[in-house]
């Protein structure tokens, strides 16, 4: 078919073209609407959801007895009485989450819950023993069987990474404090 003999009302295609045309441009549309309008929330709904995680760890040691003595700690935390550990552990997970909530210091309270993660995953959750790769990784599940059980911890290792590089976002305290100094 040439040039001269195509017209849009005998073509079978432009209507195709037209409608692939219509739905790219609706698809911009779209994700400018989003990035102009939700910027903010996903560092917010990840804050919200870390922050539920820990608080409810730290409020479930509030109410329960102190089972740090029996473990292990890493060095340099293997120098801390258990009880101090307790109490410092306590503390950082209802403080942390409040702040991680409000957006407040958002990287440093991330950085310090990265510390605590990893302590828990060496004291609590890494596999005792482990001989191949094959046996390490049995401990990578949500199990009581023996094996580890360091999945969560680890997601929340990447949750933590991601608010510690990317900050607390556009609905929070900290960049509401940084917009009122300027």
């Known amino acids: 078919m040439t040039n ?3 017209s849009p009302t005998n073509c079978a295609v432009c209507p195709l073209h037209k409608a692939i045309r219509g739905w790219v441009e609706l698809i911009k549309q779209t994700s400018r609407w989003f990035e102009a309008n939700t910027a903010g929330f996903a560092p917010l709904l ?9 608080l409810e760890a730290g409020l479930e040691k509030v109410s329960g007895e102190n089972w740090f003595a029996d473990l292990a700690f890493p060095f340099p935390f293997n120098l801390l009485p258990p009880d101090l550990s307790w109490g410092l552990s306590i503390g950082l997970e209802i403080i942390a989450p409040i702040a991680l909530i409000l957006g407040f210091a958002t990287r440093f309270f991330s950085f310090a819950l990265i510390i605590l993660t990893i ?5 609590v959750h890494w596999p ?9 990784w049995q401990g990578y599940a949500i199990t009581d069987q023996g094996y580890g059980n360091y999945k969560l911890p ?3 290792l990447f949750m933590l990474t ?8 556009r609905l929070s305290l900290d960049t509401w404090l ?3 100094k300027r």
């Not at 990840?46 to 820990?54: H, P, T, V, W």
């Not at 302590?119 to 004291?123: E, K, L, W």
């Not at 991601?162 to 976002?169: A, D, E, K, P, V």
């Open 4 to 6: 001269e003999s195509h």
């Open 46 to 54: 990840l804050r919200l959801l870390i922050a539920y995680e820990f």
């Open 119 to 123: 302590v828990a995953i060496a004291a």
């Open 128 to 136: 005792a023993e482990w001989h191949s790769l094959a046996q390490l």
């Open 154 to 156: 680890l997601m929340y």
């Open 162 to 169: 991601s608010l510690l590089f990317s900050g607390s976002g």
């Open 178 to 180: 940084a917009l009122k």
